[in-house]
């Protein structure tokens, strides 16, 4: 049984900074890809992030770039997502996600096969 369980959210305030982890179990960690996705109130889940399988190719949502920076241990089956100059319109859950295939940076909701419970960021002006 696969699980995903993110931590390391909280309340900031507008240029702090944060970070996500989601340590995996359940399946051969380093076989697959990584992402973080993020939903705030009234809106669709969006994508945020990808690492594929040993962390050497990344991607990131343009609303990001340059601002956070996704990672993951394979030694600790833990991915995690470093955020910088957090803004207020940041706030959302932000859920961690795993699958497609193990050299690519997944995108889009449904190439991902298992997700976290997420973890709420809040970010006050």
């Known amino acids: 049984q696969v699980q995903l369980v993110e931590s390391g959210g909280g309340l900031v305030q507008a240029g702090d900074s944060l970070r996500l982890s989601c340590a995996a179990s359940?399946?051969?960690?380093?076989?697959?890809?990584m992402g973080w996705f993020r939903q705030a109130p009234g809106k669709e889940r969006e994508f945020v992030a990808a690492?594929?399988?040993?962390?050497?190719?990344?991607y990131y949502a343009a609303s990001v770039k340059g601002r956070f920076t996704i990672s993951r241990d394979n030694a600790k089956n833990t991915v995690y997502l470093r955020m910088n100059s957090l803004k207020p319109e940041d706030t959302a859950v932000y859920y961690c996600?795993?699958?497609?295939?193990?050299?690519?940076?997944?995108?889009?909701?449904?190439?991902?096969?298992?997700w976290g419970q997420g973890t709420q960021v809040t970010v006050s002006s």
């Open positions: 690492v594929n399988w040993s962390g050497g190719s990344t």
């Open positions: 996600a795993q699958g497609g295939s193990f050299w690519t940076t997944p995108k889009t909701l449904g190439e991902y096969d298992y």
């Open positions: 359940g399946r051969t960690f380093s076989s697959y890809a």
